[in-house]
């Protein structure tokens, strides 16, 4: 069974820095490209990035909100994922899912506030 | 990206009647080398994550009623619930993953 779980979110201040991970499970996690997702309160929901596999250049790319701000990475040896956020914003307040295709998971919430 | 567009935005049925929510993609999302459509549905209820209902345009996952049922191909798609049952009050997401993911913004769906 897929399983993917997210973790790290919290409550942080505008411009400070978050890491978020996301540890994948019942699926070869090496071979899929994998994004971030993300919804805020009340929200629809928005695509933040991607990660390729590394047999497929395990390049990124990253939607316009975001680009500059955020870091996709991957541990493969460990099937994990990360999303590294940085000069987070307040419009950045949110839940944040990990997926390949498809949500799976429960998310973590990304409060950013004064 | 490929833009998705849902209608109607919101939509109240009665109960056991049938619903019907649409999708429409910016541009296909079938795939040639395998002839499939790159569309999945989502049921999200108040505070709880969503749930993956359809995946590749119709095939139901796993413990979904079969009341659910998808249709569609290319840049049209329809999700249709035969007879509404009160617990499927929620928003529905419609979500292409031919390209960069993109989702659909949402049918709210409530009982009349």
């Known amino acids: 069974e897929v399983q993917l779980v997210e973790s790290g979110g919290g409550l942080v201040k505008p411009g400070e820095s978050l890491r978020l991970s996301c540890e994948a499970s019942g699926f070869t996690f090496s071979d899929v490209w994998m994004n971030w997702v993300r919804q805020a309160p009340g929200k629809g929901l928005e695509w933040v990035g991607r990660?390729?596999?590394?047999?497929?250049?395990?390049?990124?790319d990253y939607a316009a909100p975001v680009k500059g701000r955020f870091i996709i990475s991957r541990d493969d040896s460990k099937n994990t994922l990360y999303l590294h956020m940085n000069s987070l914003q307040t419009e950045d307040t949110a839940v944040y899912f990990c997926?390949?295709?498809?949500?799976r998971g429960r998310g973590t919430l990304v409060t950013v506030s004064s | 990206d490929i833009v998705m567009t849902q209608s109607p935005d919101s939509l109240a049925v009665s109960l056991g009647e049938r619903a019907t929510i649409n999708c429409k993609s910016s541009q296909s999302v079938l795939h040639s080398s395998n002839r499939k459509s790159y569309l999945a549905w989502y049921q999200q209820k108040p505070g709880q994550p969503p749930k993956l209902l359809i995946s590749?345009?119709?095939i139901r996952e796993s413990g979904v009623p079969d009341r659910f049922s998808g249709s569609g191909s290319g840049t049209d798609f329809t999700l249709t619930i035969s007879s509404l049952q009160a617990e499927d009050v929620a928003v529905y997401y419609c979500?292409?993953?031919?390209?960069?993911?993109?989702f659909g913004q949402g049918t709210k769906l409530e009982i009349k």
């Open positions: 590749w345009a119709s």
């Open positions: 997926t390949g295709f498809y949500i």
């Open positions: 979500q292409q993953y031919y390209s960069v993911l993109t």
């Open positions: 990660i390729r596999s590394k047999t497929d250049g395990g390049t990124t």
